[in-house]
């Protein structure tokens, strides 16, 4: 069967929809208890659910900025347009295993209406990796916040946890190494290669990279000469990708605030619980994307509120509370995304 873009279109849509009724009755309390856990969110649902209008934002600014530092002359795409497939592509993210299996196809479908193919494979592929590369800095960065807390006495500090920070630093440098080397030499092509490593895919990628030789190296060009050539597009990027997750830290913050935790108010109150909820992001997120192959990451984001926010000293509850939250805007934006959908048609 030959698929075209819109059977293709069609079948993202259904695996939208199908994610949220799967995360629907995947909750782990019952609908009265969900509803209990909304109503007490009750108008901080409005700014949790709403600060991710900048943080799409931020992240369809850093996506343009790869776009047109790519793009020919005569090449345009509009930023709404490209705000549209960041929300659509990360509701297809949520609702899919290991992520890019589904929103990252659909931004390269979309945006080649639009640009030639090559210059929509490699920003999309571009973007994804800035993506991860921000991520890294989050978790990088928080190893120092905590460092500080603790050593204001805010935070325990003991010889296991200086083994995890360490652990995680480790594993931020050698993150770090592989994209940098990404960036000077290409990846589409080793990455490639690599998966033909695996048993019963040798012959594929041969074949793969034999029929698409041109293609794949042209795609290779573009991720070398973003950082060679055009290092303003390429560090304006990572920043925006890197502030977008420090902003994404607000809806914790906001939940914090619901539960009363404010660390004794005032400026200094605020700024010490807003730290917190950036470590609690930081930690989370680093426990979901190394067990990234679960749809929609089922309960190991659960879990990893309630371990991160348990460590920060407070109680289980509020971390049942923050990812059962979170968890009801996955939906609304996967909702908001597969909307955006159906209408460009």
């Given at each position: 069967?030959?698929?075209?873009?819109?059977?293709?279109?069609?079948?993202?849509?259904?695996?939208?929809?199908?994610?949220?009724?799967?995360?629907?009755?995947?909750?782990?309390?019952?609908?009265?208890?969900?509803?209990?856990?909304?109503?007490?969110?009750?108008?901080?649902?409005?700014?949790?659910?709403?600060?991710?209008?900048?943080?799409?934002?931020?992240?369809?600014?850093?996506?343009?900025?790869?776009?047109?530092?790519?793009?020919?002359?005569?090449?345009?795409?509009?930023?709404?347009?490209?705000?549209?497939?960041?929300?659509?592509?990360?509701?297809?993210?949520?609702?899919?295993?290991?992520?890019?299996?589904?929103?990252?196809?659909?931004?390269?479908?979309?945006?080649?209406?639009?640009?030639?193919?090559?210059?929509?494979?490699?920003?999309?592929?571009?973007?994804?990796?800035?993506?991860?590369?921000?991520?890294?800095?989050?978790?990088?960065?928080?190893?120092?916040?905590?460092?500080?807390?603790?050593?204001?006495?805010?935070?325990?500090?003991?010889?296991?946890?200086?083994?995890?920070?360490?652990?995680?630093?480790?594993?931020?440098?050698?993150?770090?190494?592989?994209?940098?080397?990404?960036?000077?030499?290409?990846?589409?092509?080793?990455l490639i290669r690599w998966v033909g490593k695996i048993p019963g895919l040798k012959n594929w990628s041969n074949r793969f990279i034999q029929k698409n030789d041109e293609l794949l190296h042209n795609i290779d060009a573009q991720i070398i000469s973003l950082h060679q050539r055009d290092k303003r597009a390429f560090y304006t990027s990572l920043s925006l990708e890197y502030i977008s997750r420090i902003v994404q830290s607000l809806e914790i913050f906001f939940m914090l605030l619901l539960f009363g935790v404010d660390c004794g108010?005032?400026?200094?109150?605020?700024?010490?619980?807003?730290?917190?909820?950036?470590?609690?992001?930081?930690?989370?997120?680093?426990?979901?994307?190394?067990?990234?192959?679960?749809?929609?990451?089922?309960?190991?984001?659960?879990?990893?509120?309630?371990?991160?926010?348990?460590?920060?000293?407070?109680?289980?509850?509020?971390?049942?509370?923050?990812?059962?939250?979170?968890?009801?805007?996955?939906?609304?934006?996967?909702?908001?995304?597969?909307?955006?959908?159906?209408?460009?048609?």
């Open positions: 069967m030959k698929w075209t873009r819109k059977k293709l279109n069609n079948l993202f849509f259904i695996v939208g929809l199908a994610a949220v009724v799967v995360m629907m009755l995947t909750f782990d309390v019952s609908f009265i208890e969900l509803w209990e856990h909304v109503t007490k969110a009750g108008y901080w649902l409005i700014p949790i659910v709403g600060v991710w209008v900048f943080i799409y934002g931020l992240n369809a600014i850093a996506w343009r900025c790869i776009i047109l530092s790519n793009k020919h002359e005569d090449e345009k795409v509009g930023f709404w347009r490209i705000y549209r497939l960041t929300i659509v592509g990360y509701a297809l993210n949520y609702a899919t295993p290991v992520g890019g299996l589904g929103g990252e196809p659909y931004r390269i479908m979309e945006l080649s209406k639009h640009i030639n193919k090559e210059s929509a494979t490699s920003s999309v592929i571009l973007y994804a990796m800035m993506h991860f590369f921000a991520h890294f800095f989050l978790w990088f960065s928080s190893i120092f916040i905590y460092l500080a807390l603790a050593a204001v006495g805010d935070l325990p500090y003991s010889m296991p946890v200086g083994i995890i920070l360490g652990l995680i630093a480790v594993f931020c440098m050698v993150a770090f190494y592989v994209l940098g080397k990404g960036y000077q030499k290409g990846l589409v092509v080793k108010g005032g400026f200094s109150g605020l700024a010490l619980t807003f730290l917190h909820s950036v470590l609690i992001l930081s930690f989370t997120t680093l426990f979901a994307n190394m067990i990234g192959f679960l749809p929609m990451q089922l309960g190991v984001q659960e879990g990893g509120f309630v371990l991160s926010i348990a460590a920060m000293g407070l109680s289980a509850a509020l971390g049942i509370f923050v990812s059962i939250i979170c968890r009801v805007r996955e939906i609304l934006w996967i909702l908001i995304g597969l909307f955006l959908m159906r209408i460009e048609r």
